[in-house]
């Protein structure tokens, strides 16, 4: 029987110390000033830009402080409401949500507004041009929006060696090398490769090297159940 390795590393840490800030430092600043009653913030851009990241750093930073977040995105089942006495409303990923997740959201925006909340929200494009209900897309464009833009190789390199270090891998540069030569230099998706290395190489108690890495995808490959 083929030993399923289990998630047993470390859970990814989101904070505004761990993300590294590239050309996204005026966004970066917004969020950190961002006070209750201030107008709503959208940031955009590409998958593995950083939103999601940004999002929950922000909610760590707020609840530290006391407030309750209320968080919502595509897999949030509607209805949709507030925690008691919240602080702060978050909406991730506007551009997947349904029906009847707009008709919520919209709602939602109505009473944050109304208690004078913070809101901060993200989408794969500005908000004129999500395919959303125009009262909705009218909200989320009210404030600052900043597009998020992704790393350069150089930064992407030092955030794989700044999670591994956290982890306490050795990550060569053969290792770094092979995953931004053959995978989208998508962060979001090669966190989860590292994340995935590391649950493989603690259940085969085996050092990372990239002999490990090819063992673990061509796995993965074989126990992926075709279409």
């Keep these: 029987m083929k030993q399923i390795p289990l998630a047993i590393g ?3 840490v ?3 110390d761990n993300f590294l800030p590239g050309a996204n430092a005026a966004a970066l600043a917004q969020l950190r000033a961002l006070t209750p009653g201030a107008p709503p913030v959208f940031l955009w851009g590409l998958r593995g830009s950083g939103k999601t990241h940004v999002l929950r750093a922000l909610a760590e930073r707020w609840q530290a402080g006391g407030a309750q977040v209320g968080w919502y995105d595509a897999d949030t089942c509607v209805p949709w409401e507030l925690p008691a006495q919240p602080s702060l409303l978050l909406l991730d990923d506007c551009e997947r949500f349904d029906e ?3 008709r919520a959201a919209f709602a939602l925006f109505v009473e944050a507004a109304t208690l ?3 809101i901060v929200a993200t989408g794969d494009a500005p908000p004129t041009d999500l395919a959303l209900r125009d009262d909705l897309r009218s909200r989320l464009g009210w404030g600052p929006t900043f597009a998020l833009q992704p790393l350069s190789e150089a930064e992407t390199r030092a955030a794989l060696r700044r999670e591994a270090d956290r982890r306490g891998l050795l990550l060569g540069d053969e290792i770094i090398d ?3 030569t053959r995978f989208a230099r998508d962060l979001k998706h090669l966190m989860q490769l590292l994340q995935r290395l590391d649950d493989f190489a603690m259940a085969a108690k085996r050092a990372v090297t990239l002999p490990l890495l090819k063992q673990m995808l061509a796995d ?3 126990s992926t159940p075709l279409p």
Excluded: D, K, S
Aim: aromatic share 16%.
């Design 10 to 12: 470390p859970a990814p």
């Design 14 to 16: 989101f904070t505004f």
């Design 100 to 102: 009847g997740q707009q």
């Design 116 to 118: 004078g909340l913070a």
């Design 178 to 180: 092979y995953l931004l």
């Design 220 to 222: 993965e490959e074989t």
